[in-house]
């Protein structure tokens, strides 16, 4: 089951979204419509609320009077807390009941308008938010659902800024042009990544690309996407991951590389990475495990083949290329990426050298598999250099 956390400001066509989404098979929880669900006339939540604050928050029709409420918890930190206890769980119990109700091929959106506040975002697969200028946003909501607009500014002021909600973006639907503009991306996005993303979800396979070694430029983007998908494999895994770093060329500002995001998950033993729990959880967050790539190339320094054994996983998204290497942190792999990454961050030479040697390569090599391998004499004959560099800059993991 694929969950994809769907948000964005007020007006930015958030609902326009998930309607289209709905509409080409998604299931859509609306986490707004199951906070007044769980409080709707007759309702257990709502007969807590009562007993908690009063019957003057329900009105004559049995419904829950949501101002005055609202005046009996707003500035008490208490009652708001309180309020909180009661309807938080049966939010999460009702929400759990449908995502579950959908079926093991469902693709959820999960429509939170505070995604981006409550740090949500590593929850889910994929997170989505449609973007729109304030101004437009306003003018949508003065104009065509008839808000003020006093009162349309004075909500976008209690949300986080259109920055911090693109920052948590891994897919930004711009609703800068039309309706139908929107409604068009909407439909490329299902067909191009949500669709593919959750049958390979489903058949534990990953993404499927284009075995061809393509340099592109740094883009300040990375680690921002390395951090979103570091988070949501430790919200996922837990104490399964003790140690999990960012490594490769998308970690080193400024190189080009492959738009490949690497990460490396440290474990005291790789019996710890076989275990099935570590590969279901893992698999089950969207990184399937290859039979392959068990070793890293032993280098001529380090000998001894057991020190650079590995297990690989890699990204369902076809969106997105993700290699995940778990490594033991004791083992010459694990040092050895971390030592590299931290060289060319601090030295400008390696970087320019290593990435005139990947130009040479990428433009020699017709296979991504043949330009990994061409690589390998780099890497032992900048050891020395790297290992003067460590003892040099009193380098340690
Ligand atoms: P949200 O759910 O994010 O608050 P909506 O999807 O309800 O936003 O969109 C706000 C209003 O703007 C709706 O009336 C919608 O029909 C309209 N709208 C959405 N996208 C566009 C667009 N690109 N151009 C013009 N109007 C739009």
Same mark, same amino acid.
């Given at each position: 089951?694929? *969950?994809?956390?769907?948000?964005?400001?007020?007006?930015?066509?958030?609902?326009?979204?998930?309607?289209?989404?709905?509409?080409?098979?998604?299931?859509?929880?609306?986490? !707004?419509?199951?906070?007044?669900?769980?409080?709707? $006339?007759?309702?257990?939540?709502?007969?807590?609320?009562?007993?908690?604050?009063?019957?003057?928050?329900?009105? $004559?029709?049995?419904? =829950?009077?949501?101002?005055? @409420?609202?005046?009996?918890?707003?500035?008490? %930190?208490?009652?708001?807390? /309180?309020?909180?206890?009661?309807?938080?769980? =049966?939010?999460?119990?009702?929400?759990?009941?449908?995502?579950?109700?959908?079926?093991?091929?469902?693709?959820?959106? &999960?429509?939170?308008?505070?995604?981006? /506040?409550? &740090? @949500?975002?590593?929850?889910?697969?994929?997170?989505?938010?449609?973007? #729109?200028?304030?101004?437009?946003?306003?003018?949508?909501?003065?104009?065509?659902?008839?808000?003020?607009?006093?009162?349309? *500014?004075?909500?976008? %002021?209690?949300?986080?800024?259109?920055?911090?909600?693109?920052?948590?973006?891994?897919?930004?639907? !711009?609703?800068?042009?039309?309706?139908?503009?929107?409604?068009?991306?909407?439909?490329?996005?299902?067909?191009?990544?949500?669709?593919?993303? %959750?049958?390979?979800?489903?058949?534990?396979?990953? #993404?499927?690309?284009?075995?061809?070694?393509?340099?592109?430029?740094?883009?300040?983007?990375?680690?921002?996407?390395?951090?979103?998908?570091?988070?949501?494999?430790? *919200?996922?895994?837990?104490?399964?991951?003790? /140690?999990?770093? &960012?490594?490769?060329?998308?970690?080193?500002?400024? @190189?080009?590389?492959?738009?490949?995001?690497?990460?490396?998950?440290?474990?005291?033993?790789?019996?710890?990475?076989?275990? $099935?729990?570590?590969?279901?959880?893992?698999?089950?967050?969207?990184?399937?495990?290859?039979?392959?790539?068990?070793?890293?190339?032993?280098?001529? /320094?380090?000998?001894?083949?057991?020190?650079?054994?590995?297990?690989?996983?890699?990204?369902?998204?076809?969106?997105?290329?993700?290699?995940?290497?778990?490594?033991?942190?004791?083992?010459?792999?694990?040092?050895?990426? =971390? @030592?590299? *990454? !931290?060289? =060319?961050?601090?030295?400008?030479? #390696?970087?320019? !050298?290593?990435?005139? %040697?990947?130009?040479?390569?990428?433009?020699?090599?017709?296979?991504?598999?043949?330009?990994?391998?061409?690589?390998?004499?780099?890497?032992?004959?900048?050891?020395?250099?790297?290992?003067?560099?460590?003892?040099?800059?009193?380098?340690?993991?």
């Amino acid at each position: 089951m694929m *969950r994809i956390g769907l948000t964005g400001g007020i007006g930015s066509g958030k609902s326009t979204v998930a309607r289209r989404l709905r509409e080409r098979g998604a299931v859509v929880v609306d986490a !707004d419509q199951v906070a007044r669900e769980i409080v709707a $006339p007759g309702s257990a939540g709502l007969r807590a609320v009562q007993e908690r604050f009063g019957a003057g928050v329900v009105g $004559p029709d049995g419904s =829950l009077d949501r101002a005055a @409420l609202g005046a009996v918890v707003f500035g008490d %930190e208490r009652s708001r807390r /309180e309020l909180e206890e009661i309807t938080h769980p =049966l939010i999460a119990a009702r929400t759990a009941e449908l995502m579950d109700g959908a079926g093991d091929d469902a693709i959820i959106v &999960h429509d939170v308008p505070l995604l981006v /506040e409550k &740090h @949500l975002g590593p929850a889910y697969h994929l997170v989505v938010v449609v973007d #729109a200028p304030t101004e437009d946003r306003v003018r949508r909501l003065v104009e065509q659902r008839g808000m003020s607009e006093a009162d349309a *500014r004075a909500r976008m %002021e209690h949300q986080v800024s259109d920055e911090q909600r693109r920052a948590a973006a891994d897919v930004l639907l !711009d609703n800068t042009g039309t309706e139908d503009d929107l409604v068009a991306s909407v439909d490329r996005l299902w067909e191009d990544r949500l669709v593919p993303f %959750e049958h390979n979800l489903r058949g534990r396979v990953r #993404a499927r690309r284009p075995d061809v070694p393509t340099l592109v430029d740094y883009d300040e983007t990375w680690p921002q996407q390395a951090q979103r998908l570091i988070e949501r494999i430790c *919200r996922g895994m837990g104490e399964l991951v003790p /140690e999990i770093e &960012h490594i490769g060329s998308t970690a080193v500002p400024g @190189l080009a590389g492959k738009d490949v995001i690497d990460l490396q998950i440290g474990v005291a033993d790789l019996h710890d990475a076989d275990a $099935p729990e570590f590969v279901e959880r893992l698999e089950a967050l969207g990184f399937p495990r290859s039979a392959g790539n068990t070793m890293d190339n032993v280098k001529d /320094e380090v000998p001894d083949p057991s020190m650079w054994v590995k297990r690989f996983h890699g990204s369902c998204d076809p969106g997105r290329v993700v290699h995940v290497h778990v490594r033991e942190t004791e083992g010459a792999g694990w040092q050895y990426a =971390l @030592l590299y *990454r !931290d060289w =060319l961050r601090a030295d400008e030479q #390696a970087r320019a !050298d290593y990435l005139a %040697e990947k130009q040479r390569l990428a433009a020699t090599c017709a296979t991504t598999s043949e330009y990994a391998e061409a690589k390998e004499p780099w890497f032992n004959h900048i050891w020395p250099r790297m290992q003067a560099w460590a003892r040099h800059s009193g380098w340690h993991s």
